[in-house]
């Protein structure tokens, strides 16, 4: 193990250059943190060795800690994984407590050797605990550099000495964009919240000079210096006071109560700010260990981490296919999807043709990046000269000659067969033999557009969702004809595009709409049945979604609502479910309340299109039931509408990996971040319960709740979906 190294300059400084093996991030394991204790023991030992300075031999300082080690001492625990799980943050504590006395005396504290950082890129997760136990932290002078703790994200917290040495650095309320929203931050930012204390053109030697000038007060921490306060107040102090309940109050109304990560840390910085420094890194980790022994937290690190990446590093990538990296992208349609389409492409540095049927619609199309680019230059995030190099590498055109060259098209035209298939026949008349053609459709079957295509093994589906340029998730379908290379090309080009990729199978809808649709029909399900639409939409929120189904049935427009359920019916004829909840569709679209497009729907809004209220005329229609149900049975409901459909995708085969599912759901849609995606929350409140529950709703509800075969098979045997089908499982 040398992912630390030691060296010692002629000034007599000791040099711990982190450089994990074989990794193109520093990720710290448990036998590196060993190895940090190993090397500050031989320079705190050695006379010689005036101070310290550790920095990386790569681009980055670090991107945290190696989230499998969790996994793994929870595994070798056996009985007592929280006793494990304690032990193992304490032993971290005590570590980064040594670094940060470096051999003071304990009473005058003095005598100690300096430690310096010198964080010469993006710092993340325990490079930044490690560094916050630094005596002094230098940053590189470079604006692509990021810092920050952001472990929220991951349904965990800052649990290696981070919650309290932040919070005990800035205050409670100066922390809390840092530690509650995990916000990385550029250097000049980072300096301003305290989170290093210089910038430098060249950290190391910065860090250094600083140690070779630092005197004995420069190496004291706040809270070793005698009459040390929080800043801001602690929780007992009348300013303290009004933080907490101010804090509890934000971080309640921010995670409506779902994300368990979000208490636990403010509940470390309260209970830590009333004791002394080394009992408040106890109480840390007594509330870390509290949230890893949450399934909650397992399950977003596997889905939001370890699922994640392994999907953007091409996990169901086909073998044996060489690189596909686009060079050149034509763009069928300058519209909203188009536009955004265009702007990830010329951001990502390919050659963009961006087609309209006239020269003003396209554009009007490129406009989009160029509207997009202004507001970066505004923030301070784009220049000029990199505003001209992407418009000069988008071509908005009406003539399909244009898309000579290109080796991608995605066609981003009207949601309409005869309308695609004319494109489609038009554009491979005109592109390369070897090209890649895909539909950025949402509901219209692959195998069925591909049958327009003279080319049907390399026609393809690449969905993205709204608005292209935020959203995370891109969904690639293979219809029935389609080739590997047509997979590895959509796989390739989302890796350049930066986003994550799910592939799925060719089925109506898909895989998110398949479970997107369920979740507005349930909520409308319920506004016919007297159930009042704030509680619908607060129990959704109440469970970790961005919005409820209400709002985002007016989000998205009715009336695309109401198209999606006849185009439905027509191709299912007689198969297709009455529902309920297509008459309160179709008699909002009568009336002309589309949502917030036409600043009426299920909502009012005033004149700038802001929602201000419920749109009390729905009770008219359907008035309110006088005994509301249970907010548990609403939520249930919502849930098992969504979750049903991806165990279905899977017993079909639409779904070919288990992780697509997850991750999919979590950043297609926001299903329930703290629950790892449906598959998961089914495995966290297991398949016995999933299945009977499942029968109870059916009963009440009818057949749209009614266990799957392949769910009531594993609750009959007692199994979990990634006991089952996680690749590690297959493989075993």
Known sequence: MTDFKYDVDADGIA?????????????????AFGL?????????????????????????FAGGMDLNVLATIREEAGDEPAK??????????RILRKLELAGMDPKSKKGGKPVACAINGTCAGIGTEIALACH??????????????????????????????????????????????????????????????????????????WVLTAKDADLVKPWDAKGWKMPGGAPYHPAGFMTFVGASAMVNGKTQGAFPAAKALLSAIYEGALVDFDTALKVEARWFTHVLMNPSSSAMIRSLFINKQALEKGAVRPQGIPDQ?????????????????????????????????????????????????????????????????????????????ALKGCDLIIEAVFED????????????????????????TSTLPITGLAKASARPEQFIGIHFFSPVEKMLLVEIIKGKETGDRAVAKALDYVRQIRKTPIVVNDARFFYANRCIIPYVNEGARMITEGVSPVLIDNAARQLGFPVGPIQLTDETSIDLGAKIARATKEAMGDAYPENPADELIFWMEDLGRLGRKAKAGFFEYDDKGKRVEYWKGLADKYPLAEEQPDLIEVQER???????????????????????????????????????????????????????????????YGDRFACPALLREMADKGQSFYGRFAPEAEAA
Request: hydrophobic share 45%; charged share 25%.
């Open 136 to 209: 002094h932290r230098v940053m590189t002078d470079n604006p692509k550099a990021k810092i920050g703790l952001p472990e929220i994200m991951l349904g965990i917290f800052p649990g290696g000495g981070g919650t309290t040495r932040y919070s005990r650095m800035v205050g409670a309320m100066a922390a809390s964009p840092v530690l509650l929203e995990g916000k990385m931050m550029d250097p000049a930012k980072a300096k301003g919240a305290s989170l290093v204390d210089a910038v430098s053109d060249d950290p190391l030697a910065a860090a250094k000079e």
């Open 638 to 700: 919502l849930m098992f509408a969504q979750v049903l459909e991806a165990v279905r995708a899977l017993e079909e085969g639409v779904l070919m990996d288990i992780r697509e599912g997850d991750v999919g759901a979590v950043l297609g849609w926001g299903f329930a971040p703290w629950s790892g995606g449906p598959l998961s929350w089914l495995d966290i409140i297991g398949t016995p319960y999933a299945a009977e529950r499942c029968d109870q709703l059916a009963a009440q």
């Open 36 to 60: 940090v204790e190993e090397h500050l023991d031989r320079a705190l030992a050695d006379d010689a060795v005036k101070g310290i300075v550790i920095t990386s031999a790569k681009k980055d």
């Open 417 to 440: 067969p005869k309308v695609k298939a004319e494109m489609t026949r038009k554009v491979e008349a005109v592109i390369p033999e070897d090209c890649i053609f895909a539909s950025n």
């Open 84 to 93: 494990a799980l304690f032990d193992f943050t304490m032993n971290g504590h």
């Open 15 to 31: 040099v711990i250059t982190w450089d994990a093996e074989g990794r193109s991030m520093n990720v710290l394991t448990r036998e």
């Open 325 to 401: 990296s686009v060079k050149k992208i034509g763009v069928l349609g300058a519209g909203m999807m188009g536009a955004g389409i265009a702007l990830v492409s010329a951001q990502a540095g390919m050659e963009v043709v961006l087609i309209d049927r006239d020269q003003a619609a396209a554009d009007k199309g490129k406009a989009y990046t160029e509207t997009y680019l202004d507001k970066g230059i505004k923030r301070g995030k784009v220049d000029a000269a990199k505003k001209e190099a992407m418009l000069g590498r988008i071509t908005a055109t009406p003539d399909l000659d």
